[in-house]
Nanobody
């Protein structure tokens, strides 16, 4: 499975960005997917995850109510809609996949995922 993240950019505080993650090489329709981010000088942290069917989503407290994760299995893609962006949302955002398709609280951990994309930079100016 290869993952390609895109959609990052520069936006002002309060603005929106929509990140996309395209999967290739193998269908991810039965995979749980996640988004993580890493700010300069900080460890990579969990942002959101979605079960294989899209029925279950889970968010970090810091983005709950502002970010929405979704997926389109027909397109082998997962998305992260980011609204009301804050300066502290500035980071490189990574998409990830695991062939354990159901939801588990373990999906907040980096080591729950076996496949990672290359990351896309999102910068929020204050």
């Amino acid at each position: 499975v290869q993952l390609q993240a895109s959609g990052g950019g520069l936006v002002q505080t309060g603005g929106s960005l929509r990140l996309s993650c395209a999967a290739s090489g193998h269908s991810v329709s039965r995979y749980a997917m996640g988004w993580f981010r890493q700010a300069p000088g900080k460890e990579r942290e969990f942002v959101a995850t979605i079960s294989w069917s899209g029925a279950v989503t889970y968010y970090a407290d810091s983005v709950k109510g502002r970010f929405t994760i979704s997926r389109d299995n027909a397109k082998s893609a997962v998305y992260l809609q980011m609204n009301s962006l804050k300066f502290e949302d500035t980071a490189v955002y990574y998409c990830a996949a695991t062939n354990g398709g159901g939801f588990s609280y373990a999906l907040v951990r980096n080591d729950a995922y076996g496949y990672w994309g290359q990351g896309t930079q999102s910068t929020v100016s204050s």
